[in-house]
């Protein structure tokens, strides 16, 4: 994927929209992508409606006259033949249970707080993704960050956002891991992209010397 006319419509505070970001400035597609932010507003009106798909939600990739919406679907795309070699991996299990576990997570923090099973679930996510997280790890080149990865490291962020005590919970070694994840040059490129809009959810903080944004 490296048309350089292709868009990407994206939300800061949306985290598949950070995890497209972050994959795509670590395969290099960023520089080749036309980077448009859309609002809350923006996308509460009906005039952005032509601008996405029918599910009339981010990220949204416009190239090669076709829109796709869905994170994963647009990673796909971005990595072609390799795709599915990827999702056979350590790192491509990770991310699908970082999305399954760790999202559901968020949701159910973001719509009624840390009921005790949520707290369970969190405690459950936390074992299943931790031993993955080690394992893509070990799996992957020292200076290469899997989306899986990216996955569990925006999940998390976005987790502990909504609700800050549920660090106590993560064990050192994760996150020893998370940091390593966080102080790739590619965080630092999303990063960057996110901090130049208006983002409420921190965009790093689980490493030493990461600060969050500055209007929380």
């Not at 070699?85 to 559901?104: F, P, T, V």
Request: contains cysteine; glycine residues 6%; charged residues 20%.
């Amino acid at each position: 994927m490296t048309n350089h006319s292709q868009k990407l419509y994206w939300t800061a505070d949306s985290p598949f929209s950070r995890i497209v970001l972050w994959a795509l400035a670590e395969s290099g597609h960023l520089q080749n992508t036309h980077l448009i932010h859309l609002g809350w507003d923006e996308l509460k009106s009906a005039s952005s409606a032509h601008l996405l798909t029918e599910e009339a939600t981010v990220p949204c990739l416009h190239a090669d006259g076709l829109k796709t919406a869905d994170s994963l679907r647009i990673l796909a795309l971005a990595d072609g033949d390799a795709f599915a070699r990827w999702l056979r991996s350590a790192d491509g299990a990770l991310y699908r249970c970082a999305e399954g576990q760790l999202g559901q997570v968020m949701y159910a923090l973001y719509n009624g707080g840390a009921s005790e099973k949520t707290l369970q679930l969190w405690y459950k996510a936390l074992i299943s993704t931790g031993s993955l997280l080690i394992k893509s790890l070990a799996e992957t080149q020292a200076q290469s960050i899997g989306k899986g990865q990216m996955a569990v490291h925006t999940f998390i962020s976005f987790c502990l956002f909504l609700r800050p005590e549920l660090r106590a919970a993560i064990s050192a070694e994760m996150k020893n891991a998370l940091s390593r994840i966080e102080k790739s040059d590619s965080f630092a490129r999303m990063r960057a992209c996110c901090e130049s809009q208006s983002c409420r959810v921190p965009c790093g903080g689980l490493s030493a010397g990461i600060s969050v944004c500055d209007d929380l």
